[in-house]
T-cell receptor, first 114, second 119 residues
Framework: GAVVSQHPSWVICKSGTSVKIECRSL??????MFWYRQFPKQSLMLMAT?????????EQGVEKDKFLINHASLTLSTLTVTSAHPEDSSFYIC??????????FGPGTRLTVT | AQSVTQLGSHVSVSEGALVLLRCNYS??????LFWYVQYPNQGLQLLLK??????LVKGINGFEAEFKKSETSFHLTKPSAHMSDAAEYFC?????????????????FGQGTILTVHP
């Protein structure tokens, strides 16, 4: 079946630094990818929708300048957390939609900001 | 390793009929299991979760799911479908608490089931 990978799976960074998370669709082309954030013991919050070759659409309350999303190719989207702070520590999950509309989720990336 | 299989990418029911969405999982350790719902243009919302307490779990909007270890299943049901239940539903498994016990750790999702409710 279709596979979506995320890299890294776990990252620890210092406050004030930036971290890039990659989301790749390994065996299909994804014109649309989604980025979610999981809060402790809560639902996944949709942060943004990214379409290949165009600007991402951010959900209300999500800081565009803090969470930079780039979808440069049909198989890769990146989320960069800029000037990370401890409150940004979370579990970030991406999903990719194939041309038939099916969604496949990545395994997630755990970000810890110290 | 853990995995989730949702049987049926599309399920269609009549309003008032029983809703049954199937989910089977595999996990090397006792799992935590979840059902999420996604309405159009929205994020994933947690419907219910199983975390090793009661095997019959009740969630929001009248949904419930039963954990059956012998069948490695966690099917989602609702006795009477409502038009507002039309959405995409995702089953997910986690192999336990994440670092610090503050989250459910790595989630593995099924591919989703789109529920259509007819008048």
């Amino acid at each position: 079946g279709a596979v979506v990978s995320q890299h890294p799976s776990w990252v620890i960074c210092k406050s004030g630094t930036s971290v890039k998370i990659e989301c790749r669709s390994l065996d299909f082309q994804a014109t649309t990818m989604f980025w979610y954030r999981q809060f402790p013991k809560q639902s996944l919050m949709l942060m943004a929708t990214s379409n290949e070759g165009s600007k991402a659409t951010y959900e209300q309350g999500v800081e565009k300048d803090k969470f930079l999303i780039n979808h440069a190719s049909l198989t890769l989207s990146t989320l960069t957390v800029t000037s990370a702070h401890p409150e940004d520590s979370s579990f970030y999950i991406c999903s990719a939609r194939d041309q038939q509309g099916a969604k496949y989720f990545g395994p997630g990336t755990r970000l810890t900001v110290t | 390793a853990q995995s989730v299989t949702q049987l049926g990418s599309h399920v269609s029911v009549s309003e008032g009929a029983l809703v049954l969405l199937r989910c089977n999982y595999s996990s090397s350790v006792p799992p935590y299991l979840f059902w999420y719902v996604q309405y159009p243009n929205q994020g994933l919302q947690l419907l219910l979760k199983y975390t090793s307490a009661a095997t019959l779990v009740k969630g929001i909007n009248g949904f419930e799911a039963e954990f059956k270890k012998s069948e490695t299943s966690f099917h989602l049901t609702k006795p009477s479908a409502h038009m507002s239940d039309a959405a995409e539903y995702f089953c997910a498994v986690s192999e336990g608490l994440g670092a610090g016990g503050t989250s459910y750790g790595k989630l593995t999702f099924g591919q989703g089931t789109i529920l259509t409710v007819h008048p």
